[in-house]
Nanobody
Framework: QVQLVESGGGLVQAGGSLRLSCVYS????????MGWYRQAPGRQREVVAT???????NYADSVKGRFTISRDNAKNTVYLQMNSLKPEDTAVYYC????????????WGEGTLVTVSS
């Protein structure tokens, strides 16, 4: 079983930066792609960014050029560097992971709240 624990959320002013971290435990062989999702109040959960075990990344259009996802397999950690934050980035951010060959994410963290004030 894989467990994911996020940290790094908080309150920041618009234009500021935050770095989220997600440490995963359990069998690393159970994980291929990892990602960050977010859910704002009253909205559906949406993908923010993903990174494969080989380092290939994808981003939502709304965060391209502002957010960077990275992965340190030696530390069992995935990061989300968020720059030029906007109030509309306010949401609970979730770390996720999926097994090799899986279509959807299999594992989820509890989430960390990011609040961007205007």
């Amino acid at each position: 079983q894989v467990q994911l624990v996020e940290s790094g959320g908080g309150l920041v002013q618009a234009g500021g930066s935050l770095r989220l971290s997600c440490v995963y435990s359990g069998s690393s062989f159970s994980i291929n792609t990892m990602g960050w999702y977010r859910q704002a109040p009253g909205r559906q959960r949406e993908v923010v960014a993903t990174v494969t075990s080989g380092g290939s990344t994808n981003y939502a259009d709304s965060v391209k050029g502002r957010f960077t996802i990275s992965r340190d397999n030696a530390k069992n950690t995935v990061y989300l560097q968020m720059n030029s934050l906007k109030p509309e980035d306010t949401a609970v951010y979730y770390c996720s992971a999926k097994r090799p060959g899986a279509v959807i994410m299999n594992y989820w963290g509890e989430g960390t709240l990011v609040t961007v004030s205007s």
